[in-house]
């Protein structure tokens, strides 16, 4: 069996973005307990930043990032236009079809197009610039955009689904 790191963004005390009266730390904490979950239940070996409602800091998160074991941090994306919707996943170039697979596998469960190149924004391209977690060699994935409201009902939805698809996808590459 494999071993992973999975992370949430963001953390206990910085919320990351709000809107639609959700805060972006506490969705990112659920999908990381989601698939940790369900990469255990199958049998492998998860890393996390953290238990249940705990979400350390990101110094915790890159410090947990190994060669050799995929490493994903999960966050919610933000816009001032409430229509902006999409996922995408970035990472280094050496992860491009990677995260490919898991915006793919997010974006078919939560009827979601794919931003960027098939879902994956280069870090170089990302409008954040360089990313701790990615230059350490993890990948970020932007499940959604919080700030729209039809993004978010589809996450209340079909958060289960979307965290068994990361699952599978996670497996297919491993």
Avoid: Y
Avoid at 49 to 71: E, K, S, T
Avoid at 97 to 119: E, H, N, P, T, Y
Avoid at 121 to 129: E, K, L, P, V
């Amino acid at each position: 069996m494999a071993a992973f790191v999975i992370t949430a963004g963001h953390s206990n005390t910085d919320p990351g973005a709000v809107a639609n009266g959700r805060k972006e730390a506490d969705i990112a904490r659920d999908m990381r307990n989601m698939v940790a979950l369900k990469l255990r239940q199958r049998g492998h070996t998860v890393m996390t930043d953290g238990v249940g409602g705990i979400n350390l800091p990101l110094a915790d998160a890159i410090r947990m990032v190994q060669d050799g074991h995929p490493a994903i941090e999960f966050h919610c994306n933000a816009a001032v236009a409430t229509t902006a919707t999409g996922v995408e996943t970035i990472s280094r170039m050496r992860d491009k079809l990677a995260a490919q697979r898991i915006s793919k596998a997010i974006g078919d469960v939560l009827g979601l197009r794919l931003r960027g190149d098939g879902g994956w924004i280069d870090q170089s391209q990302s409008a954040r610039g360089r990313l701790g977690f990615v230059r350490a060699g993890g990948m970020i994935v932007e499940l959604f955009f919080l700030t729209n409201e039809s993004d978010l009902a589809a996450w209340d939805a079909r958060k289960w689904l979307a965290a068994t698809a990361v699952v599978d996808a996670l497996e297919a590459l491993s």
